[in-house]
DNA sequence: CGGGATCCCATTTGATACTG
DNA sequence: CAGTATCAAATGGGATCCCG
């Protein structure tokens, strides 16, 4: 079923009402501004707790720690020691996380191709992104 | 190409690279605790700005009326204003915003597995969502 | 009804310094 | 390296009042 008006059959508002928890929840957990962020910078392997920082720009030590204890907490992540010297610690996906995929999958190609969209259009600057912004 | 190591190739650092600006450019523009929402509670057709407010459990009318503005700056609704007596105002999505449909689809499938996930696991409050703790 | 303006508090965040 | 502690600053967001 498609989602908007659109294009496809009106949803009742009680559908409406179910989606809009549904979302809910979803955003809930995997919201705000840097955890979908942290999973796609783990998506290409485990990593540390430095090398995740670099990869994501512009969030601080202590959002990240907090950011992973919580991803860890909801089964998205887990917290390797290995207790070699010297002590390393990564942090990498669950199979859980995997079933994320098609949220992610979809909001890449969408940033994809909303990037293109505005940077053809007549004002892009009314309405970059701070990455967008570096390439304008 | 999946998303992650654990079911496919593993996307190269540059790819990753990428992805985490794509990621980024649309989590800046529809991230946050109420974009989606919004869009998703208009879905089912135009509606006053009462109506949004009540369909969106918690959220005041200055944050609705900020995130409305971003909304229509960024193309994804207009606000039509009918003239008649009385006055009456309604917000609705714009085609542009249809193209959100994959990801929205995606969050809103993703939200309903996981609140079955959480809901059937042995602790389920410990990773409870607010939209789950007014069912548990 | 559909908001704008103002006030004020709580939470978040950044910067810096520090520790095992 | 992998964080934690602390403080200052910014931001978010609710409550309230007001207006067309």
């Known amino acids: 079923m498609p989602f908007t008006h659109h294009n496809g059959p009106k949803?009742?508002?009680?559908q409406c009402y179910n989606k809009l928890n549904a979302a809910g929840d979803a955003?809930?957990?995997i919201g705000g501004k840097w955890r979908l962020r942290i999973i796609i910078a783990l998506?290409?392997?485990?990593?540390?707790f430095n090398e995740i920082q670099r990869a994501i720009h512009g969030i601080s030590a202590?959002?990240?720690s907090n950011e992973l204890k919580e991803l860890e907490i909801n089964g998205f992540l887990i917290r390797k020691v290995y207790t070699d010297f010297?002590?390393?610690i990564e942090y990498e996906l669950t199979p859980y996380s995997d079933t994320l995929s098609p949220?992610?999958?979809?909001?890449?190609s969408w940033g994809?191709?909303?990037r293109q969209t505005i940077m053809h259009s007549e004002k892009p600057e009314a309405i970059a992104t701070p990455v967008l912004e570096e390439i304008l």
């Open 112 to 114: 994809e191709m909303h």
């Open 11 to 14: 949803p009742t508002p009680a």
């Open 27 to 29: 955003l809930y957990v």
């Open 86 to 88: 010297p002590v390393s």
């Open 62 to 64: 202590r959002v990240l």
């Open 43 to 48: 998506a290409e392997g485990h990593k540390r």
């Open 103 to 108: 949220v992610i999958e979809s909001l890449i």
